[in-house]
T-cell receptor
Framework: NAGVMQNPRHLVRRRGQEARLRCSPM?????VYWYRQLPEEGLKFMVYLQKENIIDESGMPKERFSAEFPKEGPSILRIQQVVRGDSAAYFCASSPYSPPSGNTIYFGEGSWLTVV | AQKVTQAQTEISVVEKEDVTLDCVYE???????LFWYKQPPSGELVFLIRRNSFDEQNEISGRYSWNFQKSTSSFNFTITASQVVDSAVYFC???????????????FGKGTKLSVIP
């Protein structure tokens, strides 16, 4: 499967624990995006990364959330000290070209985080 | 700021009926891209189509067709002879074509939940 790979698919964390979500983009894609899907709010942009660079993190909550896309390995979305309000589906997406060209943006299967 | 409206929250149809999902967008940019994604009950987001603002030709892919009308800022999606497997939430999204945050941040509508009843 050459698609965007996300893991884990489902993750349960207790309040105060850390959650790490991983994303491997499609082969040949060097642009990664993270979106969050909250009930009743729809899909919202969180962060855009290229290899070793955060291009735009304007959609990330100011505290506890961070993202990286190292030179080697998957992109990681990290949530520290999770709270119940972090329960959501987190989608990773990737694209082959730099904006503003007409990218087709492909999404992964999502990681469902439940905070208990 | 850009916006995507999917006024239909939920639609139910009987199998083999045709169904149209509406999408209306707002942007002041002249270059932009419109997308449709499908989210089946299993949860993944499946890319269906991308259309750029300079191409108003309708597109057909099997039982799926899309009607893009700039005059009404709409990009509607029709499923012909619907099947149970079409049951999903469908999202319309907008991407701007000029440089800046809008060129890589998809703006999504709230989605339309389609239920196809056998």
């Amino acid at each position: 499967n050459a698609g965007v790979m996300q893991n884990p698919r489902h993750l349960v964390r207790r309040r105060g624990q850390e959650a790490r979500l991983r994303c491997s983009p499609m082969k040949g894609h060097s642009h990664v995006y993270w979106y969050r899907q909250l009930p009743e709010e729809g899909l919202k942009f969180m962060v855009y990364l290229q290899k070793e660079n955060i291009i735009d993190e304007s959609g990330m909550p100011k505290e506890r959330f961070s993202a990286e896309f190292p030179k080697e390995g998957p992109s990681i979305l990290r949530i520290q000290q999770v709270v119940r309000g972090d329960s959501a589906a987190y989608f990773c997406a990737s694209s082959p070209y730099s904006p503003p060209s007409g990218n087709t943006i492909y999404f992964g299967e999502g990681s469902w985080l439940t905070v208990v | 700021a850009q916006k995507v409206t999917q006024a239909q929250t939920e639609i139910s149809v009987v199998e083999k009926e045709d169904v149209t999902l509406d999408c209306v967008y707002e942007t002041r940019d002249t270059t932009y891209y419109l997308f449709w994604y499908k989210q089946p009950p299993s949860g993944e987001l499946v890319f269906l189509i991308r259309r750029n603002s300079f191409d108003e030709q309708n597109e057909i892919s099997g039982r799926y067709s899309w009607n893009f009308q700039k005059s009404t800022s709409s990009f509607n999606f029709t499923i012909t002879a619907s099947q149970v497997v079409d049951s999903a939430v469908y999202f319309c999204a907008l991407l701007l074509g000029d440089s800046g945050a809008g060129s890589y941040q998809l703006t999504f509508g709230k989605g339309t939940k389609l239920s196809v009843i056998p």
